[in-house]
């Protein structure tokens, strides 16, 4: 999440810390616990760790028993790596998109390579060719014709390729349903921060989370979508 979008090694380069660049040891650096002990602070300058690292950390572990409870303890070790990885990648977009309005093609093509031999071996070819051919072309089509009216770019390049990618896992009615939700859903929480004055109208607001947080429903939690879906009367 930090080093992505500073086009940083995530694979070599050591942890450290982005003041001073000191090299953190193993023991500073334990999930949720270092950042307890630590008080937020780096061990070496003082200066203050984002809360965000904690936050995610928790979110993390939290996937990770959800998905050990619904796939390892029944042995289904493929498919709690492949809901684990998507879970991971969705948080990582998530989080870079609140803060960069940046939605990578690197995890967007991270996501392509787990999904696309999943729906090859599990979905029809139509399926997911739909599926992807409304998720990229009907939102491409809408934001060129919106640009083309109002001479503003409604959704930028990554939002377009996410919904591509998610409509490859959710077929041709999945995507729909998840176009028609996170435009809703992002409609609404716009217009709380601008009529709260959080936020001003002018200001363009990150997209990607709310095609993340519909995703991660219909992916994730396919049963209490349904349920959702019903009782909304939408289904």
């Given at each position: 999440i930090h080093r992505l979008p500073r086009s940083e090694d995530v694979v070599f380069k050591p942890s450290h810390c982005p003041k001073c660049l000191s090299k953190i040891r193993w023991y500073q650096n334990i999930p949720i616990f270092s950042y307890i002990l630590l008080r937020g602070k780096c061990n070496f300058c003082k200066s203050r760790v984002s809360i965000r690292y904690p936050v995610v950390e928790f979110i993390t572990a939290l996937g990770a028993l959800y998905f050990a409870e619904k796939y390892l303890i029944f042995g289904q070790?493929?498919?709690?790596?492949?809901?684990?990885?998507?879970?991971c990648a969705f948080v990582v977009h998530f989080a870079i998109d609140i803060e960069h309005h940046l939605l990578l093609d690197k995890i967007n093509l991270f996501l392509l390579a787990l999904i696309f031999?999943?729906?090859?071996?599990?979905?029809s070819w139509s399926y997911w060719l739909l599926g992807a051919g409304i998720g990229f072309g009907v939102t491409y089509l809408v934001t060129w014709g919106f640009y083309?009216?109002?001479?503003?770019?409604?959704?930028?390049?990554?939002?377009?390729?996410?919904?591509?990618?998610?409509?490859?896992m959710l077929g041709p009615v999945g995507?729909?349903?998840?176009?028609?939700?996170?435009?809703?859903?992002g409609s609404i929480v716009g217009l709380i921060l601008i009529f709260s004055k959080i936020m001003k109208r002018e200001h363009p607001m990150a997209f990607g989370p709310f095609i993340i947080i519909i995703s991660s429903f219909q992916i994730f939690m396919p049963n209490i979508f349904t349920d959702m879906m019903r009782w909304a009367g939408l289904l």
């Open positions: 070790v493929f498919f709690f790596v492949f809901y684990f990885s998507i879970f031999p999943y729906v090859l071996f599990f979905h083309l009216l109002r001479g503003q770019v409604g959704l930028g390049g990554g939002d377009i390729k996410l919904f591509g990618v998610v409509g490859l995507i729909i349903h998840n176009i028609f939700l996170s435009c809703m859903l």
